[in-house]
């Protein structure tokens, strides 16, 4: 909730949208204010106006009829408006009480405000050029009413507009900072190795320098990374020629005739020689899985993959006098170059063959379900405690009190090969044998991908 | 046999050289691309081992021009790149064949004779894998030095599949499109029962089997 709501805080877009709505609520409710002030002041001056030039229609020619006006009866007069039009009876006859009330003869000529029995009313007295009086008056109740209708109905536009005009405002926002959103998801969704810039296209001006900014990143993590696959294919190169003339001046030494000591000798420094040769390719392998890009349109077989290594891995099993077989016959292919399929497949059976003892089994198996290709690798060796298995993911661990001549690369090199192809390594224990280890590895399938996405276009 | 050798690397070099004098080739070290093209037009040579990675000149651009020239000598590549990328395109230009970096002395020499067996075209030559002799011209078998050992046609067509590249892994369907005719009907249990009379013949160690792969002879070293 908290980080929610502090993510709320931090959005610019939901502050920009809290603003103008705060603003447009501010400005529209003082507009309405106003409005509501103004037209109400307008409708009593437009009133006063209305009763001043109805006064003024009065002349010695037009005057109403002594009856019309004594009368009282407002005939002529909207009886909604309750506009009253009066003689103001001279002063000296203010003694003559009628039944009827009527103003005080003491009125002002202009506009006033007047009470008639106990109501108060707006008048206006015009003197006439015979210098009679005449009043013009309206009950002050039905001129706040009106002015009141009026002061409303300048408020309706308000009260349409604001609403309208937010919801506006929230779409706005939400489609200029829609580039963001895109800018964002396109890049989240890229992979590791894709280094291109970002087109700079239709990005507003107030994003230019961020995404610049990241382009120019982007360009010096793209240097580096080049450097760094130079620097794998320089080492490759520099590493081996040396080494290849050292063991091929062992080798030469080897053939020569000498004592069987000195043979002897020979064949442990050929030993440490081939180690060195083999720990000094796990070592590029992992380099070059760890800097060069995913070759994304090869696929592999898994059955040639397997028996090519078995070629190059069994007189090192039989040595051991190890039985060492194969089952599942499909031929299966991954969406993985030859050389990557044949290390990952070369370092689970060599790790399998170095860590289970003489007289040993191990039991290759493929096999597919669901477009996921699944190779599994079992030996009857001792196993694996399951608190090591994370750590054996590890470059360079070796499990404890062991004399097996690996590397300690090989499952790094498998995972992160593996991983590059969005597959998965998995460490267990056997089910097949009491003890030892079962490895195993699940990449999705090539030629199941295929199919998948032939019979999509058919649809 | 003549063997024009073009590596760099001195130390490299003069082991191969040297290997090659003991192994009986007349060989010749050139350490740079302009003299190998050099040597390549004034002698002759039966084969040319060529390091991609030359000084002056490309090994690849060499190869180029040496078949560009219409030379049709075998070319084997040694490599210490180890992109297939460059195999492929070495391959492409006209190798025949490549070792890469770091290789064994014996395997470069075992590729040099299978090059040189295929080139020559001589099918009689016998195979070996240091243990057997198969003589294509009798079809016989020899055990070190014991007498020869005759065998039939099938039995004869299912170990040379498995001699020409000893160490190779061939699968059942392999071996049956090896001792079958083109609409000859396979037999259920053929290779079976081939492998198991050649193992009476030769001994049960002869051919091996990888459970669940295929069958192979082992390499002798």
């Known amino acids: 909730m908290d980080g929610a709501a502090g993510g709320l805080r931090q959005s610019l877009r939901f502050r920009l949208s809290l603003w103008l709505a705060g603003s447009i609520l501010c400005v529209g409710l003082v507009s309405g204010m106003v409005s509501v002030v103004v037209a109400y002041n307008e409708a009593h001056e437009f009133q006063d106006d209305m009763l001043r030039q109805t006064a003024s229609l009065f002349d010695q020619r037009h005057l109403p009829t002594a009856r019309s006006l004594a009368g009282g009866s407002s005939r002529d007069a909207d009886p909604e408006a309750r506009v009253i039009v009066r003689l103001v009876p001279p002063a000296k006859a203010g003694g003559t009480g009628t039944s009827r009330s009527s103003f005080p003869a003491r009125l002002a000529a202009g506009a006033q405000t007047v009470e008639l029995d106990g109501v108060p009313y707006r008048a206006f007295v015009q003197v006439l050029d015979s210098g009679k009086r005449i009043v013009v008056a309206q009950q002050t109740e039905v001129r706040n009413e009106a002015a009141r209708n009026a002061a409303l109905r300048a408020l309706i536009p308000i009260l349409v507009l604001v609403p309208v005009l937010l919801a506006v405002v929230a779409a706005l926002v939400r489609r200029l900072f829609a580039p963001i959103a895109r800018t964002a998801g396109a890049l989240d969704r890229r992979s590791g190795e894709d280094l291109e810039p970002i087109p700079l296209g239709h990005m507003p001006t107030e994003m230019r320098p961020f995404v610049t900014a990241i382009n120019s990143l982007l360009e010096r993590v793209r240097e580096s990374v080049s450097m760094q696959r130079r620097f794998v294919a320089t080492a490759a190169h520099e590493l081996r020629s040396p080494l290849t003339a050292l063991s091929l001046q062992a080798e030469r030494l080897a053939a020569s005739d000498m004592p069987d000591a000195a043979s002897e000798r020979v064949a442990t420094l050929r030993q440490g020689i081939e180690r060195n040769r083999w720990l000094v390719d796990q070592l590029l392998t992992l380099a070059r899985a760890q800097t060069s890009p995913t070759p994304t349109d090869s696929t592999a077989s898994v059955r040639d993959a397997l028996r090519s290594v078995l070629e190059d891995l069994m007189p090192l099993a039989e040595s051991k006098q190890l039985d060492i077989g194969a089952e599942g016959d499909a031929d299966l292919h991954v969406p993985m170059n030859e050389s990557d399929l044949q290390a990952v497949l070369r370092n689970l059976v060599s790790n399998a063959i170095h860590y289970t003892p003489p007289g040993g089994r191990v039991d290759l198996a493929c096999a597919q379900a669901a477009g996921v290709v699944e190779v599994t690798v079992e030996d009857s060796g001792p196993g694996s405690p399951a608190s090591e298995r994370e750590r054996v993911f590890e470059a360079f661990h070796r499990e404890a009190d062991s004399d097996a001549p690996g590397s300690g690369l090989g499952l790094s090199i498998v995972r992160t090969l593996v991983h590059r192809v969005g597959g998965g390594v998995e460490l267990g224990d056997s089910r097949r044998f009491g003890s030892g280890l079962r490895v195993c590895v699940r990449m999705a399938s090539a030629r199941a991908g295929m199919k998948a996405d032939a019979s999509g276009r058919r649809d | ?221």
Do not use: C
């Open chain 2, 1 to 221: 046999m003549r063997v024009l050798l073009v590596e760099d690397d001195a130390m490299i070099g003069r082991a191969i050289e040297d290997a090659l004098h003991d192994a009986a080739y007349a060989v010749d070290w050139v350490r740079d691309g302009h003299m190998a093209e050099t040597a390549l037009v004034s002698g002759h040579y039966d084969m040319v081992l060529l390091d991609l990675g030359l000084p002056s000149r490309d090994g690849l651009d060499l190869l180029r021009e040496v078949r560009r020239r219409g030379h049709d000598l075998p070319v084997l590549i040694i490599t210490a790149r180890d992109a297939v990328d460059d195999r492929i395109r070495g391959l492409d230009r006209g190798a025949d064949d490549y070792v890469s970096k770091p290789f064994a002395m014996s395997e470069l020499q075992a590729r040099m004779r299978a090059l040189a067996r295929r080139r020559g075209g001589s099918a009689a030559a016998v195979l070996s894998n240091g243990v057997l002799v198969l003589d294509p011209a009798t079809h016989e078998v020899r055990i070190g030095d014991a007498a020869g050992v005759r065998l039939s046609r099938r039995e004869y067509a299912l170990l040379e599949a498995l001699m020409i590249r000893p160490g190779a892994i061939l699968s059942r369907a392999q071996l049956e499109e090896r001792i079958y005719g083109w609409g000859e009907e396979v037999e259920s249990n053929a290779v079976e029962y081939l492998i198991h009379a050649l193992r009476r013949k030769l001994g049960s160690d002869s051919v091996r089997n990888v459970r669940g792969v295929g069958w192979m002879v082992p390499r002798g070293d």
